[in-house]
């Protein structure tokens, strides 16, 4: 199965075609760095559209909630539930007990970013009755081949990836106390004194992100990772295009080399500064 995030609804057919299963799209204000966020009512415009074309709707819930946000995740899950949404992507556990309250946990898929490094994290969420969980974007091929023991794990194989999340506006904090004008969109690079390459750098409603600074790319892994047993696999196109998901789509279908990085597929996670002397 092959998830990924869309930018437009007339991008449906094309995504279909080109070997998608399920496009994800973010529900305001619960949504986290999700190209296409929609208001609360036109889901069921995209439950229709997505029936039409064969497709299933994930919808990204992962903010962090806070009290206030309880019954908006509620009322967003139940009209999920009555919708026939396929799955609701959280990385708050807060969700996870609405859901259970409703009986909708067997669609929740756990998507913490960066939480889930060994396979008895993710069986705890399994035994919730969740539906899959997301691995952290980082691990090796050996971390993901141990973590595998596990069932109905998720992959993120295309795309930017979220290293940093803070609630705060850093952007413009930082713009207000260097005296600058603060502009409407709130998208820079960020350089790392002891690097060279730029980090995409994102601050909107929910709080500033920082992504890796290439886009993972999994063309000679992806074999290795079904040999494993993991059948989920999610592209995630934000700062790109729906004609870029596309055209990954097809690399893989004709196992092409693509444009990104899959070093950290090859590399030892490195713990402490120490261990690399």
């Not at 980082?138 to 993120?156: F, R, Y």
């Amino acid at each position: 199965m092959i998830l990924a995030t869309i930018h437009e609804k007339s991008s449906l057919k094309a995504l279909k075609e080109a070997g998608c299963d399920g496009v994800i799209i973010g529900v305001k204000p619960l949504a986290l760095h999700c190209p296409c966020t929609i208001e609360r009512n036109e889901l069921s415009q995209w439950k229709e559209n997505c029936d039409q074309f064969n497709l299933d709707l994930y919808v990204n819930g992962t903010k962090l909630m806070m009290d206030e946000d309880l019954p908006l995740v509620s009322d967003t899950l139940q009209q999920c539930q009555s919708l026939g949404i396929q799955g609701f992507y959280f990385a708050d556990e807060g969700v996870l007990q609405v859901a259970k309250e409703i009986g909708y946990q067997n669609a929740l898929i756990y998507q913490p970013e960066t939480l889930i490094t060994n396979h008895l994290d993710a069986q705890f969420y399994l035994n919730q009755g969740i539906q899959a969980v997301s691995l952290a974007h980082e691990l090796s091929l050996d971390e993901m081949k141990k973590i595998a023991q596990a069932p109905h794990l998720e992959v993120l194989i295309n795309g930017y990836f979220s290293i940093l999340y803070s609630r705060r506006p850093l952007v413009s904090n930082y713009m207000h106390q260097e005296n600058m004008d603060v502009p409407s969109t709130l998208r820079y690079d960020l350089i790392e004194a002891t690097r060279s390459d730029r980090m995409p750098i994102l601050q909107d409603e929910t709080g500033t992100h920082i992504f890796s600074e290439q886009p993972i790319q999994s063309s000679h892994e992806m074999q290795t990772l079904k040999e494993y047993g993991i059948s989920r696999f999610r592209i995630d196109s934000i700062f790109q295009s729906d004609a870029w998901t596309i055209d990954i789509l097809n690399a893989y279908k004709e196992h092409l080399v693509m444009p990104g990085s899959d070093h950290w597929y090859h590399q030892q996670t490195i713990r402490k500064k120490e261990e690399q002397k």
